[in-house]
């Protein structure tokens, strides 16, 4: 759901901007591990301020899937070449076949994109102001329910962080896009979902990508026309610590939505639904004619 900084921000805690920097933990205090409800229902156990989620289910779906480290690729990767193991495409033999290419050509799933370490680092920075708001139980435009948000620029982020930002924007903004400095912080409660909608062109640019972090789900993709929306339909596995890129035919042609608890399945298994981060990079609004006039 696009959040970019241009949209009316009126949930938004704006006042959590700045980016404060977690406390540094004292050398010799002895490591206690606690038990905590994280959001109410999501048993996290916290050793030293880490946060420790245990996600097997994707281990159990696949256990191939493509590492990124920043490599210098010029464009980005698709779902066909990246990431098959995490793209279930439904009734494949009843796509037509320029359909089902554009939409491969246009979308990845990279599982793997940072490692325990760096999803650690990130939640330190992102929890202390999160755990200050309140869970929403709608979004102003409808399409999300028990969540919570903010956005921080990247200049306002810890600088290792700022390193694991601008690796996103490296492999899924190539030239020539250009990722807008606001990143979109969305907290999901194990119960939230987010309905099936298309961003608007006038909020959000041509490129869509996010960071999962603290659980897997499912983001089903389903064509926006009547006639194909029948038909073409995928699911994406956004395990922990994976990465999503939708451009092109996946990003405008494609309503995505992420699915609650009950719906909550690749191909035949279960992906049970857990509380979930996502930092989402969106690229930069141009104003034209055009955007203005799209959704």
Not at 43 to 56: D, E, P, Q
């Amino acid at each position: 759901m696009c959040r970019c900084r241009n949209v009316a921000t009126q949930n938004i805690d704006e006042r959590n901007a700045a980016g404060t920097k977690p406390r540094k933990q004292n050398a010799g205090r002895t490591k206690r591990r606690h038990e905590k409800k994280l959001g109410g229902d999501v048993s996290v156990a916290i050793l030293c301020g880490a946060f420790h989620v245990t996600t097997a289910i994707c281990q159990n779906i696949t256990k191939t899937t493509t590492k990124c480290d920043g490599q210098e690729n010029s464009s980005a990767p698709s779902c066909s070449s990246s990431s098959s193991a995490l793209v279930h495409v439904q009734n494949r033999g009843q796509w037509p076949a320029e359909v089902l290419a554009k939409f491969l050509a246009d979308c990845f799933v990279l599982g793997d994109f940072v490692s325990e370490e760096e999803e650690k680092q990130l939640l330190d920075e992102v929890w202390p102001h999160m755990k200050r708001m309140r869970w929403e139980d709608e979004h102003w435009d409808g399409q999300i329910q028990r969540y919570r948000e903010r956005e921080q620029m990247l200049e306002n982020w810890l600088p290792e962080n700022q390193a694991l930002i601008r690796r996103i924007w490296h492999t899924s903004f190539p030239a020539p896009f250009e990722p807008s400095p606001y990143v979109h912080i969305l907290d999901l409660h194990q119960d939230g979902f987010i309905s099936p909608h298309l961003d608007k062109s006038r909020y959000c640019g041509r490129v869509i990508s996010g960071l999962s972090l603290l659980s897997a789900s499912v983001m089903r993709m389903r064509h926006k026309s009547a006639e194909l929306g029948q038909l073409c339909v995928a699911d994406l596995l956004l395990s922990r610590r994976s990465l999503y890129r939708l451009s092109g035919s996946a990003r405008y042609d494609f309503t995505h939505a992420l699915l609650g608890a009950e719906e909550s399945r690749f191909g035949t298994q279960t992906v049970p639904r857990e509380r979930r981060i996502a930092l989402i990079c969106r690229e930069v609004v141009v104003p034209t004619a055009k955007s203005d006039q799209i959704n």
